[in-house]
T-cell receptor, first 118, second 111 residues
Framework: GAVVSQHPSRVICKSGTSVKIECRSLDFQATTMFWYRQFPKQSLMLMATSNEGSKATYEQGVEKDKFLINHASLTLSTLTVTSAHPEDSSFYIC??????????????FGQGTRLTVV | DAKTTQPPSMDCAEGRAANLPCNHSTISGNEYVYWYRQIHSQGPQYIIHGLKNNETNEMASLIITEDRKSSTLILPHATLRDTAVYYCIVRSYHSNYQLIWGAGTKLIIKP
């Protein structure tokens, strides 16, 4: 299947600093990518939908100024957690669909990024 | 998108078939059933999806009832590596491809 690469897989940062997470579709183009957050023992929660060449669409309750999303190309989306605080510590996951496939085709997921803010 | 209901956990013996049920009684005609799994501390992995007909691939089989109100994911010969949380999701192709995740079923394969 198609591959989505997420980097870094783990990051520890100090409170108040910013962290950038990259999500790349390696062998397909993705017009739309999705960013999720997952707290321990909980399910995935959609944070935002990233659209190539336009602004991201954020879910209710997600601060757009804190979680900056950039989708500058058809193979790369980035999520920047700005002024991180310990409560932002979580598992962040991206996903993407191959725009060359049908509208009901499956989404592919990155391996996730474990963010720890100390 | 329709809501799904899954048992919180299940056990299965290694080598046996694992049958994971999912109820989606409010599913509408244009909604597909998708199954993903998530092994601990990894991103979700796609397994299979279907609309009306039963589907089979190299990983699993998906059985959808005639009224489409429930489905069963079948792992024919479970191995220890199949231990994971399995998510059943229904999605309309009108929903901008978003997946709404429930709590899933924690499947534990026992030796």
């Amino acid at each position: 299947g198609a591959v989505v690469s997420q980097h870094p897989s783990r990051v520890i940062c100090k409170s108040g600093t910013s962290v950038k997470i990259e999500c790349r579709s390696l062998d397909f183009q993705a017009t739309t990518m999705f960013w999720y957050r997952q707290f321990p023992k909980q399910s995935l929660m959609l944070m935002a939908t990233s659209n190539e060449g336009s602004k991201a669409t954020y879910e209710q309750g997600v601060e757009k100024d804190k979680f900056l999303i950039n989708h500058a190309s058809l193979t790369l989306s980035t999520l920047t957690v700005t002024s991180a605080h310990p409560e932002d510590s979580s598992f962040y996951i991206c996903s993407a669909r191959d725009r060359g496939q049908g509208i009901t085709s499956e989404a592919f997921f990155g391996q996730g990024t474990r963010l720890t803010v100390v | 998108d329709a809501k799904t209901t899954q048992p919180p956990s299940m056990d299965c013996a290694e080598g046996r078939a694992a049958n994971l049920p999912c109820n989606h009684s409010t599913i509408s005609g244009n909604e597909y059933v998708y199954w993903y799994r998530q092994i601990h501390s990894q991103g979700p992995q796609y397994i299979i999806h279907g609309l009306k007909n039963n589907e089979t691939n190299e990983m699993a089989s998906l059985i959808i009832t005639e009224d489409r109100k429930s489905s069963t994911l079948i792992l024919p010969h479970a191995t220890l590596r199949d231990t994971a949380v399995y998510y059943c999701i229904v999605r309309s192709y009108h929903s901008n491809y978003q997946l709404i995740w429930g709590a899933g079923t924690k499947l534990i394969i026992k030796p």
